[in-house]
């Protein structure tokens, strides 16, 4: 059973960067049908989907915080991070890790996300 | 501003029926495969149904969904306690190139 825990601060300031790691635990980072993926969630609101990263440093951005976002993986310690930069209140969320499966089955294509870390909560305030 | 979009509440009594709407766009849930997220609360999401209708092992076969053109539904059937929850629809979004996700519909089991 693959495991995801997010750890990072839970306050920052605004206008500062914001950097979370999940560390990924009971399976490898470099399995071949994973992604990796942040999602993030305002109290009270959706899902955002924020980017993912294959294990080779693959990325691919949610555009509208394409200018922002940076992630990053290192294989070496099954981990892969979140650095978000000039940060809002707007920005205020659980954030998530998790894996985004994807291959092909009977049915065709199929993604989704599997495996989940609990979350943790970031808010951005002076 | 969610990209797909679901009725923010739904309710049902115990043992009922109830379906719940994901409405989308060509670029997404016209074109990709549909999943489906049960968030308890307190709790992360967990996948319930992914290509469009097919459950996960573990999930019951309470739960089916389908899809028809530019929408997709989730039915829940013998309503119980612990169906109360938020349920998330996503769908890959080719202009987007990623998935996009519904803002959520509250189920409420009276």
């Known amino acids: 059973q693959v495991e995801l825990q997010e750890a990072g601060p839970g306050l920052v300031k605004p206008s500062q960067t914001l950097s979370l790691t999940c560390t990924v635990s009971?399976?490898?980072?470099?399995?071949?049908?994973?992604?990796w993926s942040w999602i993030r969630q305002p109290a009270g609101r959706g899902l955002e989907w924020i980017g993912r990263?294959?294990?080779?440093?693959?990325?691919n951005y949610n555009p509208s915080l394409k200018s922002r976002v940076t992630i990053s993986v290192d294989t070496s310690k099954n981990q892969f991070s979140l650095k978000l930069s000039s940060v809002t209140a707007a920005d205020t969320a659980v954030y998530y890790c998790?894996?985004?499966?994807?291959?092909?089955?009977?049915?065709?294509?199929?993604?989704?996300?599997?495996?989940w870390g609990r979350g943790t909560l970031v808010t951005v305030s002076s | 501003q969610s990209v797909l979009t679901q009725p923010p509440s739904a309710s049902g009594n115990p043992g009922q029926r109830v379906t719940l709407s994901c409405s989308g766009s060509?670029?997404?849930?016209?074109?990709?495969?549909v999943n489906w997220y049960q968030q308890l609360p307190g709790t992360a999401p967990k996948l319930l149904i992914y290509?469009?209708?097919q459950r996960p092992s573990g999930v019951p076969d309470r739960c089916s969904a389908s899809k028809s053109d530019t929408s997709a539904s989730l039915t829940i059937s013998g309503l119980q306690s612990g169906d109360e929850a938020d349920y998330y629809c996503?769908?890959?979004?080719?202009?987007?190139?990623?998935?996009?996700f519904g803002g959520g519909t509250k189920l409420t089991v009276l």
């Open positions: 998790a894996s985004f499966k994807h291959g092909y089955d009977s049915s065709g294509y199929y993604w989704y996300f599997d495996f």
């Open positions: 009971g399976g490898s980072i470099s399995g071949e049908s994973y992604f």
């Open positions: 990263i294959y294990s080779s440093g693959s990325t």
């Open positions: 060509s670029s997404n849930i016209g074109s990709h495969p």
């Open positions: 290509n469009d209708n």
């Open positions: 996503a769908a890959w979004d080719a202009s987007l190139n990623g998935p996009v």
